[in-house]
């Protein structure tokens, strides 16, 4: 069995009172690309700031190839970090940012000029060398930022909610881009980010964090605030009726739902919650065969964007969220109070173990 | 691969030397060379002069002296009166000037104005002393123009009111600076609100700007006090010296009576003064005014 | 309409008459320095150099004048250690005891100037320091500390606290980050407080004139001339002191205006 590279091992932080971490273990091989995901105040740029050795833990273990780095002070720990707002150095331009790195370690001033001007050809910024940091836009300085963490050809990179900062055209375009450049450098990415999107768009593993806990780390959200917290998701509760060929069968308030088996099935008599995301449930005037049918009618409507959220009250007075296009709506005419059908299909909904 | 223990110790010592080496010299420097000589006047308060040596000793005699001695208690009202009258007129005149600053100039040239008055405090002040001394003179420009003009000439030199015009010369400067900055920093959309509310520019002035800068205004006077009350150069040279103000008495009982105790008593009790003062002073302009709902 | 031009016009007039009185004194003395007659009011006399001339060339001034200068520098350089080490310190740290620390560096400039000239006399006299530039060296660098730790203060209020983490996690150790991130950031606060304390020391005479015995620096040898007679020394000696003071402030302000534009736009050369 191969040494993990790096291992965070019930890794606790307290502030004084405040508890910034509780109980984190989490273990990175070499080369993944990890996102760390939550709410703000969930712990997980605490838990960032210690692994680059900028926070001391209260309690547990950080481990690099196996050895204990705790007390290792940061200058001397191979994991630099792409901040927030880049914290570049304004008192030196563009190029010498960059060069900052190998400077500490004693890289001549020929190699260091050369190694830089690399990684700024790589970055689309080799113009920029002489110019002041100050006077870069907003995406300019994330690149000389990248550079100046990955000058040093370390084997981890650190980045502190990568996207923020920019514009939403300029997100989309970065997000693939950092992809791509984990891809290209094989070395390990460990990401903050308080977006779902980002998390699951560019991560191969996330990490959902909640109160300085770890409370999933996948895909597919394991507890009730995870289901609440990403995107938009509607809970039905129920209990295992029957379970065939084609996935389980749950009796709820709102009649037999159908979904699909994923992993082990519980056993028949077993309260689960099913989660089914907004987005996954259409409305129709009248029923169709195919998927689960339930009966409500409309209760409000609520529009932000081009995005249209649609309260259903359902029969046993419970509610169903779905979301829809504006133009999805408009082509409907819905009116308050109208009797309609939510349909989704099997596949869409997810089982939550209570 | 070092133990993890020695790399611990190691990486806090460096840490440690490092905070010391920079924390230290405020607190060594400022213990040793102020601390101390203050704690020292303090103590000297109770030494004796015996056959004109000082001597360390527990006495209270010193004490007894000053604060029993008449030309203590008039030097004392005399100072107080003198700075309490010159820290009110000064905010009293300074006003109109820090208003016209505030809000009648443009910011350009409201910087310019503030960095002008910045230039008195690179002057030397007694040399400034000395050019109102020759103005105020028997012979100076003031009674050279009332003579040619036909009018009687005024005594000035050797007058309370000399040493206030001094003091004034020390502390308008400052005064009209910082009310200055006090007003500028008054939110316009207040005023705006009041004048939409029939409030006229007068009424507007009382009931919102000097409220609004409270602060400011009662700092600038606390430091127009505190600059006066310890002056030396114009009672001496403006003043006549007669009364003599507290820091007169402080500086004739050190270099002519050679009497230091005593002078550390005078000190003292100017410390106790100005700290009760400020006190007061600080504490009306940084309280929450009365009659919040 | 016209009740506001005169109000307005009232308003700048006062304080014309306020700026006029500030100023009259540093005119006056510039003004009559300049002026050939003994007595210095008006009509004017005739321009003349004479009394500077004088001051010049005599030795008192010229010695104490030298004196000033060595106090003024070396009380600027310690000030200026000092004054970055507690502002760096209030930046960084926070510690139990700290207010009384802080409150310690800022408390000097609020005593009166006549008490610490006493304090500092009694002191120095005990060790043996009275009468010597050290001893006014060291009471002045306790009384320009507080404006150097301001100014550096202020600077530092301006930077990103990433900027030192972000040099530790690039490999720069506590002192390395000092001089290359730090220091370079404060320079030119650096500078300005250098100039600031050497202005206040060049100019306070107070404590000096308690404590300097013999070696006098230039403002107790003025308050010595001003004891004597109507001196139209007394001018010249004032407007040169005067020229210092500003240029040591101005310089103070092209410094650091000029670093802080070149550091935008060119970077550092290493």
Redesign the interface.
């Known amino acids: 069995m191969s040494v993990l590279m790096l291992e965070l091992d019930r890794l606790a932080k307290h502030f004084g009172r405040q508890v910034a971490v509780a109980d984190v273990s989490l273990s990175v091989e070499k080369g993944e690309f990890v996102a760390l995901m939550g709410p703000s105040g969930c712990g997980k740029t605490t838990l960032l700031r210690m692994v ?3 926070d001391q833990p209260t309690a547990g273990e950080i481990r690099l190839w196996g ?2 780095i ?6 001397r ?1 191979d ?3 792409v ?1 927030q ?1 880049y ?1 570049l ?8 940012n960059i060069e ?2 190998l ?3 004693g890289v001549p001033a020929a190699a260091r000029r050369k190694k830089a001007a690399e990684w700024m050809e790589r970055f689309g910024i080799g113009a920029l060398g ?1 110019r ?1 940091t ?1 006077q870069l836009s907003g995406g300019q300085r994330q690149r000389v930022a990248l550079a ?2 990955l000058v ?1 050809e370390p084997e981890m990179l650190l980045l502190d909610e990568p996207l923020s900062a920019l514009d939403p055209h300029l997100k989309v375009r970065m997000q693939s881009e950092l992809v791509r450049l984990h891809r290209e450098l094989g070395i390990t990415f460990i990401c903050v980010t308080h977006s779902q999107s980002e998390a699951f768009a560019m991560a191969s593993r996330v990490a959902i964090l909640n109160d300085g806990r770890v409370q999933q780390v996948d895909r597919r959200s394991a507890n009730r605030f995870v289901a609440e917290f990403v995107g938009c998701n509607n809970i039905i509760a129920g209990t295992v009726s029957k379970i065939d060929s084609t996935g389980l069968v749950l009796a709820s308030a709102l009649g037999e739902i159908r979904t699909a088996a994923t992993g082990a099935a519980p056993a028949r008599g077993t309260p689960v919650s099913l989660i089914v995301p907004a987005d996954r449930i259409e409305l129709l005037a009248a029923p169709q065969s195919g998927g689960n049918e339930i009966a409500a009618r409309v209760a409000t409507l609520e529009f932000v964007g081009s995005i249209v959220t649609v309260f259903l009250e359902t029969v046993d007075g419970g509610e169903l969220r779905t979301q829809r296009s504006l133009q999805d709506i408009e082509r409907m005419a819905l009116a308050l109070g109208q009797p309609v059908v939510a349909r989704w299909s099997p596949a869409d909904g997810y089982l939550l173990e209570i | 691969m070092r133990p993890a223990a020695l790399v611990r110790r190691e990486a806090r010592r460096e840490a440690v030397r490092f905070a010391l080496f920079w924390g230290a010299p405020s607190l060594v420097w400022q213990s040793l060379f102020f601390l101390v000589p203050m704690g020292f006047l303090v103590a000297m308060t109770f030494w004796s002069v015996r056959n004109f040596r000082l001597t360390p000793d527990f006495t209270l005699a010193n004490w007894k002296f000053v604060l029993g001695a008449s030309f203590f208690h008039s030097a004392y009202l005399y100072t107080l009166e003198l700075s309490l009258l010159t820290s009110a007129a000064a905010s009293i005149i300074a006003f109109p000037s820090a208003y016209a600053l505030a809000f009648a100039v443009s910011a350009r040239l409201r910087g310019l104005f503030v960095s002008m008055l910045l230039v008195p405090f690179f002057t030397s002040y007694p040399v400034r002393i000395y050019a109102l001394e020759i103005i105020l003179s028997p012979k100076g420009v003031i009674n050279r123009t009332l003579a040619d003009v036909g009018l009687a000439p005024i005594h000035l030199i050797g007058t309370p009111t000399a040493t206030v015009i001094g003091y004034l010369t020390l502390a308008l400067p400052v005064v009209v600076l910082l009310q200055t900055l006090a007003l500028a920093g008054v939110d316009r959309t207040l005023v705006e609100a009041a004048h939409n509310l029939h409030c006229s520019r007068v009424r507007t002035i009382a009931s919102v700007v000097l409220p609004s800068a409270r602060t400011g205004l009662t700092v600038s006077a606390a430091f127009a006090f505190v600059l006066t009350f310890g002056d030396y150069i114009a009672p001496l040279y403006l003043g006549g010296s007669k009364p003599p103000t507290l820091s007169i008495l402080i500086a004739d009982q050190v270099k002519s009576g050679n009497n230091w105790p005593r002078a550390s008593v005078v000190a003292v009790t100017m410390i106790v003064t100005l700290a009760a003062a400020l006190a007061v002073m600080l504490g009306l302009a940084y309280r929450n005014p009365k009659g919040r709902s | 309409m016209i009740g506001a031009i005169g109000r307005r016009a009232a308003l700048f007039a006062w304080t014309g008459v306020v700026f006029v009185f500030i100023f009259a004194p540093i005119i006056s003395t510039i003004t009559f320095s300049f002026n050939s007659a003994r007595f210095p009011s008006l009509p004017w006399a005739g321009f003349s150099l004479k009394w500077y001339a004088a001051v010049l060339t005599g030795t008192t001034i010229r010695g104490s004048f030298t004196n000033s200068l060595v106090v003024a520098g070396a009380t600027a350089v310690i000030a200026t250690f000092i004054g970055f080490a507690t502002a760096y310190v209030d930046y960084r740290y926070r510690f139990t005891g700290k207010t009384v620390y802080m409150a310690l560096a800022a408390l000097p400039p609020t005593v009166p100037v006549v008490i610490l000239g006493v304090a500092m006399l009694t002191f120095e006299a005990r060790l043996d320091l009275y009468g010597s530039l050290t001893g006014i060296i060291v009471a002045h660098v306790v009384l320009c500390a507080p404006f150097a730790t301001a100014l550096v203060r202020m600077r530092l209020a301006d930077l990103d606290p990433d900027l030192e983490p972000a040099a530790w996690n690039l490999g720069a150790t506590l002192w390395r980050t000092m001089s290359g991130v730090i220091l370079p950031f404060c320079a030119a606060a650096l500078l300005a407080a250098f100039f600031m304390a050497a202005a206040v020391s060049f100019d306070e005479f107070m404590i000096a004139w308690f404590v300097s015995g013999t070696h006098e620096t230039l403002p107790v040898r003025i308050l010595d001339m001003l004891q004597g007679q109507v001196s139209p020394r007394i001018n010249a000696v004032g407007s040169l002191v005067f020229g210092v003071s500003i240029t040591l402030v101005a310089l103070a302000q092209l410094l650091s205006a000029r670093r802080a534009s070149n550091a935008d736009r060119r970077g550092r050369d290493e």
Not at chain 1, 89 to 96: A, H, I, S, T
């Open positions: 680059a050795g900028l050895r204990r705790n007390e290792d002070e940061p200058w720990r994991a630099p970090l901040w707002n914290a150095f304004p008192f030196l331009n563009v190029r010498k900052f790195g400077k500490q370690r002489e002041s100050t100046r963490a040093t």
